[in-house]
């Protein structure tokens, strides 16, 4: 298990490329032929590398892939990363920087139309692709139901813009107790986009899945679904499909010093953590500065040292943990621990943190150090 991590390594997040191609060819088995993905690599591919695996999806015949913010699509260009590359939350002074990297905005409320329809026809632009989002109940981006009036004439008086797809986000994919309220997201979409179908030359691309979406509702796949979470193996734990997924991210770091303790001494700051009987604690490389939450302290978190799980004693330091390893027979300064990964799941860290994969994965800092593994 250990194989990518070398003694006396800092704070290591590996991205694990094959895991990434088994989770997209089990997304496509669940797909019709027709179906494409769009692969989600926003937020430095939930917290991977981004370019690597944006390099990675070009290899595996993906031509579609989502980023939030201008910069990161930008920085996916100028690492060689091709396809279209749709950006969820560009600000009207992005408009060349799009142009220029081919990057495609999504227009999400008639303010943003407006200064796009004025930018293209100043600078001579035609046939440039954009994604247009409805807000079908997400209240997050999104043309909503006031605006479909001004945004069918805009459509109608702006042949020069190719609207590449229609989109909509639903709230709450994974859970079933709010599949009334996700039923009727659908039936927004499918009513809005047949409006807006009638106003454009030919049926526009459209697409409403998120990845618990892909697995729960596969009749509302359209012509492409939006693959974020999955792709990256976690998240999906309430899903059957976990069984069938790859963690993609691992987060390892190591044994700096390990320590005899006496039964009842006090362990870190405030005095929080002690042992119940005499043993041995580790400190470990790596604390909240790393991404490892404040709240995994005082025995709500173990990592994985070989099979042993060890739990944390004490508080979470900035950029240390200590951890009891009294049942951890051959240890030694050095050796590699495991924080989440293939055996200790990234779900543990996010519940005893009271949050979910998707933060934790984003919440690998700067100071973690990056390995691919092929
Ligand atoms: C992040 C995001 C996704 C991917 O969602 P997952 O739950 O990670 O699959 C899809 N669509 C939009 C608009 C998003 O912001």
Avoid at 38 to 52: D, I, R, T
Wanted: charged share 20%; hydrophobic share 40%; with cysteine.
């Amino acid at each position: 298990m250990d194989v990518y991590m070398s003694d006396f390594a800092p704070a290591t997040a590996i991205t694990h490329l094959d895991n990434l191609r088994h989770n997209l060819s089990y997304f496509r088995s669940l797909l019709s032929e027709n179906t494409r993905v769009m692969a989600m690599v926003k937020s430095n591919a939930y917290g991977s590398s981004a370019v690597e695996v944006g390099r990675e999806l070009n290899r595996l015949g993906v031509r579609d892939l989502g980023v939030a913010y201008t910069y990161e699509g930008k920085e996916l260009r100028t690492h060689g990363v091709s396809g279209s590359i749709m950006v969820m939350n560009p600000v009207p002074g992005d408009f060349p920087d799009l142009i220029n990297h081919q990057l495609e905005p999504e227009l999400s409320n008639m303010e943003i139309l407006t200064k796009w329809v004025n930018f293209i026809s100043r600078e001579k632009i035609a046939n440039y692709p954009v994604h247009l989002e409805l807000d079908t109940g997400m209240r997050r981006l999104g043309f909503d139901n006031n605006d479909l009036g001004s945004l069918v004439e805009v459509l109608c008086a702006t042949p020069s813009m190719q609207v590449k797809s229609v989109f909509s986000h639903l709230s709450s994919s994974p859970t079933s107790e709010k599949d009334a309220f996700t039923k009727s997201q659908f039936n927004l979409f499918e009513e809005w986009t047949a409006l807006i179908n009638r106003n454009l030359p030919k049926p526009v691309t459209r697409h409403i899945l998120n990845s618990a979406g892909i697995v729960r509702f596969p009749e509302y796949q359209y012509d492409m679904v939006r693959l974020g979470i999955g792709l990256y193996g976690v998240g999906l734990e309430s899903l059957s499909v976990h069984e069938d997924l790859r963690p993609v991210q691992s987060l390892y770091a190591s044994i700096s010093q390990i320590k005899k303790v006496s039964a009842g001494e006090s362990i870190g700051y405030e005095q929080n953590g002690q042992l119940q009987s005499d043993g041995k604690i580790a400190v470990l490389n790596i604390g909240y500065a790393d991404g490892v939450p404040r709240l995994a302290g005082n025995g709500r978190f173990s990592v994985r040292i070989g099979k042993v799980l060890c739990p944390v004693v004490g508080n979470v330091c900035m950029d240390m943990i200590m951890v009891d390893i009294s049942n951890c027979p051959d240890v030694t300064a050095g050796t590699p621990v495991e924080i989440y990964g293939q055996n200790n799941p990234v779900h543990h860290l996010a519940n005893a943190g009271n949050t979910i994969p998707y933060e934790i994965l984003t919440g690998n800092r700067k100071r973690v150090h990056r390995l691919i593994a092929e």
